[in-house]
């Protein structure tokens, strides 16, 4: 056994490896000295002319930064203007960095002391000495073996006999020593029943030689549906750790797995890694593929052999160069993108099934058919290869498990519940410190490792190839706090072959429970199976699998936990980074690499039995990720989470290449994505959710590699950017880069470079039809909102840019949601404009209703139209839905094959819905019923002979605002009864005003209502102008005699109440004592707001005229006049504005609205925030650490999108501090708080924040305040502190300081506001003459954590409507 020094020692020892600073050699490195030779050498013995090709890699510009997919330096490295200190997960454009392998440090927890190898034990007993067993004699073949209690027994050469099942009593051990030749040691055995402890080597003292434990025993006939039976009881053909510890430590080998330096074409018989490794010649190196897709019938993986390492070849940029004793037979891909996976599969301790009775009796033969993808139709032969019975190790029953440097090969009974490759099995958190690591899995017949029941464990650095099931697996949804980083799994198998075959709709049919599938979500068996987020998923790879990441839903744990009253769905992430995943997404379209999908449940006809929608499952496949848990505190886990309740998910630095599907996919979850990159996909990223927000997203549809992939058709897959979907979404995108993406076809009004996008080759071609961004409209009965905004878009080398995707019709006729489309451009970089721009359709159907004036710039490709935000003075997007006749609009999404006329009555036929637009007669399903368009000359018939843009029995309308006004027209007349809802606008920015015609005498009534209170109704009253109309609170109305139009403003009120009746800012906290946080629903994200509706709410316009012959409509209709929206002088020019004539600058600007000071909600005074960047959110600017260091944080935020990090303290003052002597005077008394929260292990401590003041009589002193803090949640800490000074003020600074030395913190939102002039406040700290870091007591401004509410009612509010002016 080899001694391997102290953890700290290996970690320094690794540190220089990875910084290539370790000569040419590893220890234990397999080739001789002769054989570390110059990268010269290497060329010549390969007879290559250059080892690199026109893709040379660059050496890493921060050589100090671990080459890790996961930040371990607060070094840090700028690129492009941020400072993260990341190795180069996610690259920076335009000149990426290679990819690097994973290295986490080769150690995890605490570092152990030396300790002797377990052989070194006194009292061993010799296992092959008579003297023993009780019956003097050694264990020959067939038996069972219980070793003497109280004894430990060592095996130090092979076991020549086949025994029967081990049993390790729980006051004995059972050793494995080395032979004293070298040879390898063997043991042959129908299972064990570890109760005491089976060993081989230590942490500190590993196993050097070889050891094969090979378990044997036939698969049981008398499995039932559920996966159990009575024969395989958990020591069959299984190492059962029953309540005692199985501890093997293998050979180390550093990394596990690394990614190629260099691409390897076929016929070449030596790779180049991006570290030194030291491997051995003779193991086994997976070579993972690179090609589009991945499973048993078709794929380019490859196994190879090692004949030697060389360390070092090419310095700074080539860790080692691996040769083999065979060449590729395929290749395999390193670009600046992305790079193949290079895994070690042998160790020298394996644990194996027998070669005679694991393997499935009943493989695929091959040669069945399922859906066609990109031109073949080849699957799995399904029902087949269900008879895998390999062997298994299980940690149950309180046991421990420690493993590391181990092989587990032939592992796995397929269908056999609970009997993996490794398992531990319901131990709680009373396993904190197990482990699995640098082991490798492959040729397993079910899953890799199962995390169950248990908590706080570790998975890193483990290798796995060749898996059937999911292989990374948290069980039953209520695993938390486990790590799992750093690890491969490759080429994975649906279990029995059955696998979630589908086209390109949303849904699947089920798959139930049986006695070849237990676990049905197993058709969609994928590398990583993550029920429960809250786990670390760092560093990851995945290649092949129906997805890399399956993120199922949900609703209630299930097997032996399914009673425990969690939702594991709405669990929130606790650390997903650096993850990459390839070659997968293969078998649906919407099956992205990242899957954040699949609803898992039990039959609602028999609960024992489990049933999983692999697809789009809209009741039983939701998550609402909220940051009160729902279970607990209303025992009702389905409870609605409330804005200001709502937390997101977030995924971070993770990426996806070769895939042939979307690179991420989440049906369900708000979720946030930062830095994520997509490489030679179909399409960058799906996203159906109100709530996602993406930032520094990277999408190169094509990179130029050729795409190897069956039937060799690169050019049936899409190279498409972002989809945005067509309803009841929220989607911002903020410093995002697409690159060639998109068709390159005739249309080069973006660019006109001839590699623009991609071309229809066929070798890394892409469809006709491939789109940067896809707009869905196809639909009527689901239409958009406001729902999607963008900001710092660039386009790298693109083609089509833009496509509204109607495939039902290609928008002949256009439908609902095709007119209605939209889109904020906050900064015009989307547009191209490079000014804040709305997009919009560009139909013909929707008349002059977006194209509003000349300066409209047309994308007939799209087609769309750009509206120049900054044209106009008020001008935003305002969405309604309009309500006059329940029989017409209940009708709405009924898929009659009858479309409802004029003489149905509304009866026994469907309208507007989510399919053909005509029926089998030809008659329209979603025919106009009206129009709306903007009021004016402009818009008349002479000018848009459609009338404006179509109303239909589906009556959303969305548009833009802050012009003159509305005008709806109804085909029957005005309404009696109109009501409208779902209203989204900003009512302070953009006025939106509705024009309806009624005829002389018609008398009002016009109410608002909120939701759930009855009593909650606001009464509108009468003006004597369209402009009191315009500039009210939104409470009027007005009647204009001359041309016969009632004027409304439409508003966006809060949900349940109506009280203090105001025109509600975006940002206006909520009153109604309730759990949100403001009183109108948003969506924020990277500095742009977007409103949403909310339920319930509506305005109702009663008006009293006589009925007509069609019922509720008035019998009369005005005839229409025009009214003049200009003054003399001066035309109309757009929907907003009039001018001298179009195209002048000399233009008219009506009397704006009054700007609206809402009730004040409570504040700090009479000042503004006089803390500058006060919440980070433009970097360290205006800060600097007062010692110690500080650091901008983006995985944690009280607001916006990072935090600064207070780290290396060495003093408990240490902290982020800013100069406010130029905004603050003496003798007066200031509100100062922050938002805090600790980082790492350290439950609670004190922080203070304080103000340092320096006078030119007393001299220095320092009044702060205090509060605790934790690592769990963000702190307010709060007070007043008078500035009262004999002197003239000559400093004040303010800082952060207090937790103990080393302990590091998060700060974010600090305030400092005027209270008072003069005096002290009630709560004014106190003062001291001593330095704070002497721990002066100092006053508490409130409890230990403050209430969310509370804390929302006392700070002005965070997030600001994105100001466009």
């Not at 709709?505 to 798959?511: H, L």
Request: charged share 15%.
């Amino acid at each position: 056994m080899t001694m391997i020094p102290p953890k700290t020692n290996r970690r320094f020892i690794f540190g220089l490896l990875v910084a290539g600073l370790v000569g040419n050699k590893i220890v234990e490195a397999a080739a001789p000295s002769s054989l570390l030779r110059g990268v010269a050498d290497i060329i010549e013995d390969q007879q290559q002319p250059d080892i690199f090709d026109s893709r040379q890699l660059q050496q890493v510009d921060c050589p100090s930064i671990t080459k890790g997919n996961v930040c371990r330096s607060t070094d840090g490295c700028q690129w492009n203007g941020r400072t993260d200190g990341c190795g180069a997960v996610v690259t920076p454009p335009p000149s990426p960095e290679p990819t690097p392998a994973p290295t986490p440090l080769p150690t995890i927890g605490s570092t152990p002391q030396p300790t002797p190898a377990p052989t070194e034990a006194e009292g061993l007993k010799n296992w092959h000495d008579p003297s023993t067993w009780l019956s003097s004699s050694i264990p020959t073949d067939g038996e069972s073996v219980t070793l003497p209690e109280n004894s430990k027994v060592v095996i130090n050469q092979a076991v020549l006999e086949e025994l029967n099942v081990i049993t390790v009593p729980s006051s004995s051990e059972l050793i494995f020593g080395e032979d004293a030749g070298g040879a390898a040691i063997t043991l042959d055995a129908a299972g064990m029943d570890v109760q005491g402890a089976l060993r081989a080597g230590s942490e500190t003292c590993v196993y050097d030689t070889e050891l094969t434990i090979t378990l044997h025993g036939s698969r049981p006939t008398d499995l039932d549906i559920y996966g159990k039976s009575p024969t395989a009881t958990p020591s069959y053909k299984g190492i059962s750790v029953n309540g005692g510890i199985i501890s093997m430590h293998g050979k180390r080998h550093f990394p596990t797995w690394s990614r190629l330096a260099e691409s390897v074409p076929i016929g070449q018989n030596y790779l180049l890694l991006q570290e030194q490794v030291n491997w051995e010649a003779g193991q086994e190196v997976l070579l993972t593929t690179t090609a589009v897709h991945d499973s048993r019938d078709w794929h380019r993986n490859e196994v190879m052999t090692i004949d030697y390492v060389v360390d070092n070849p090419i310095p700074g940029v080539v860790g080692s160069a691996v040769h083999f004793t065979s060449s590729a037979t395929y290749a395999h891909i390193a670009n600046n993108g992305y790079q193949a996976e290079v895994g070690l599969l042998s160790r020298n301790i394996k644990i194996q099934g027998a070669a005679d009775d694991s393997e499935p009796t009943d493989p695929d033969t091959g040669g069945c058919t399922g859906n066609g993808h990109f031109g073949v139709n080849f699957k799995p032969c399904p029902w087949t290869s269900t008879t895998g019975f390999g062997g298994h190790i299980m940690v149950h029953s309180g046991g421990k498990g420690y493993m590391e440097g181990v092989e587990l090969y032939r592992m796995g009974q397929t269908n056999v519940l609970g009997r993996y490759p490794f398992h531990w099995h319901q131990l709680g958190n009373a396993c904190s410190d197990c482990y699995f690591r640098a082991n490798s899995i492959h040729r397993s017949f079910y899953r890799c490792i199962s995390i169950h029941g248990t908590h706080n464990t570790t998975v890193s650095e483990n290798v796995a190839y060749d898996v059937d099931g999911y292989c990374y697996y948290l069980e039953d949804g209520v695993e938390e706090d486990n790590t799992i980083s750093f690890n491969l799994a490759a080429h994975i198998h649906p279990v029995s072959n059955v696998v979630a075959d589908s086209g390109g709709g949303q849904t699947i049919t089920p798959f139930v429970q049986s006695r070849d599938l237990i676990l049905p979500a197993d058709a969609t068996a994928s590398g990583y199976y993550i029920t429960n987020l809250h786990n670390d998923i760092i560093g990851n790879a995945a290649s092949g699998g129906w997805a890399g990441f399956a993120l199922p839903v949900l609703h209630s744990p299930i097997g032996a936990n399914r009673d425990v009253n969690m939702r594991p769905g709405n669990r929130l992430t606790k650390v997903f980074d650096g993850n990459v995943a390839h070659s997968t997404g293969w078998w649906w379209s919407h099956a992205g690499a990242f899957y954040s999908g699949g609803s898992l449940y039990y039959s609602s006809g028999d609960d024992t039995l489990l049933e999983y929608n692999a697809g789009r499952d809209q009741s039983k496949g939701t998550r609402s990720p909220c940051l009160v848990d729902k279970c607990v505190e209303n025992n009702n886990c389905g409870s609605y989470c409330y804005e200001g309740e709502r937390a997101w998910y977030k995924l971070t630095n993770n990426k996806v290449f070769m895939t042939a599907s979307p690179s991420l996919n989440s049906w369900s979850g708000r979720m946030e994505v930062i830095r994520f990159e997509a490489h030679d996909v179909a399409l960058g990223m799906e996203a159906l959710q109100d709530g996602f927000g993406i930032d520094q997203l990277l999408v190169e549809c094509r990179s130029g590699e050729e795409w190897v992939i069956p039937g060799n058709r690169p050019d049936y897959v899409s190279a498409n950017g972002f989809f945005w979907y067509d309803t009841s979404q929220g989607h911002i995108i903020s410093s995002s880069t697409f690159r060639n993406c998109g068709a390159r076809n005739a249309n080069n009004a973006y660019d006109t470079s001839p590699t623009r996008g991609c071309d229809t080759n066929e070798i890394n071609g892409c469809s006709s039809g491939s789109t940067v961004w896809g707009f869905l409209t196809h639909s009527d009965q689901f239409t958009p909102e406001l729902m999607q905004a963008t900001s710092g878009i660039t386009y790298e080398d693109c083609g089509r840019r833009f496509k509204l995707v109607d495939f039902k019709d290609n928008n002949t006729p256009s439908s609902v949601s095709g007119r209605a489309q939209n889109w904020i451009d906050t900064d015009g970089s989307a547009s191209g404009l490079n000014e804040p721009t709305i997009m919009a359709s560009g139909l013909t159907d929707a008349g002059n209703w977006w194209k509003v004036d000349s300066n409209v710039v047309d994308d007939p490709e799209a087609p769309l139209a750009f509206i120049k935000v900054n044209d106009g003075n008020e001008r935003g997007l305002g969405h309604i839905r309009l309500r006059w006749k329940d029989e017409i609009h209940n009708t709405v999404g009924n898929g009659s094959s009858k479309a409802c006329t004029p003489s149905d009555n509304w009866q026994n036929c469907g309208t507007c819905y989510n399919g053909s637009k005509v029926d089998g007669s030809g008659d329209p399903y979603c025919p106009a019923l009206g129009r709306i368009r903007h009021i004016g000359s402009k818009f008349d018939l002479t000018n848009d002979p459609t009338g404006g843009l179509p109303i239909t029995a589906n009556a959303e309308v969305a548009g833009l605002t802050g012009g003159f006004a509305w005008l709806l027209q109804l085909d029957d007349g005005p309404p009696k009864s109109l009501k409208i809802d779902q209203i989204e606008v900003d009512p302070v920015e953009t006025p939106m005003v509705l024009a309806i015609p009624y005829d002389s005498g018609t008398s009002f009534s016009i109410t608002a209502h909120a939701a759930y209170c009855s009593s909650c109704v606001e009464t509108f009253f009468a003006v004597n102008s369209v402009d009191h109309v315009r500039a009210s609170q939104g409470n009027t109305y007005y009647y204009d005699e001359a041309t016969k139009l009632l004027y409304v403003r439409i508003v966006q009120t809060p949900q349940t109440y109506l009280t203090d009746w105001h025109l509600w800012n975006l940002d206006d906290l909520n009153m109604d004592g309730g759990p949100r946080t403001h009183a109108l629903d948003r969506f924020t994200f990277s500095g742009i707001t977007l409103p949403s509706f909310a339920y319930g709410p509506y305005l109702h316009i009663d008006a009293d005229c006589a009925e007509g012959a069609i019922s509720g409509h008035c019998a009369t209709t005005p005839s229409y006049v025009e009214p003049e929206v200009c003054p003399p002088d001066y035309i109309q020019v757009s929907y907003d504005k009039c001018c001298v004539s179009e195209g002048s600058s000399a233009c008219y600007i009506p009397t704006l609205p009054p700007t609206f000071s809402p009730t004040p909600q409570p504040t700090f005074g009479q000042g503004d925030n006089l803390v500058l960047n006060p919440g980070f959110e433009s970097g360290l600017t205006d800060w600097y650490a007062n010692s110690g260091l500080i650091q901008i944080d983006t995985s944690q935020a009280h607001s916006g999108t990072q935090s600064v990090l207070a780290t290396g303290r060495t003093s408990t003052w240490n902290g982020p501090q800013q100069t406010m002597i130029e905004r603050m005077s003496a003798n007066k008394t200031y509100r100062i708080s922050c938002w805090a929260k600790l980082k790492g292990t350290t439950s609670s401590d004190t922080l203070k924040l304080t103000l340092r003041i320096n006078d030119d009589v007393d001299g220095t002193k320092w009044l702060g305040i205090s509060n605790t803090i934790n690592n769990q949640d963000w702190t307010l800490i709060q007070g007043d502190i008078a500035v009262n000074v004999a002197g003239t003020v000559t400093g004040i600074d303010l800082y952060a300081e207090g937790p103990a030395v080393g302990v590091e913190y998060y700060v974010d939102d600090v305030s400092a506001i005027e209270v008072s002039s003069g005096g002290r406040s009630l709560e004014s700290a106190r003062s001291s003459t001593q330095p704070q870091h002497e721990d002066v007591e100092m006053q508490a401004a409130s409890g230990a954590v403050v209430s969310p509410m509370f804390a929302l009612l006392t700070v002005a509010p965070i997030f600001l409507w994105y100001q466009w002016k």
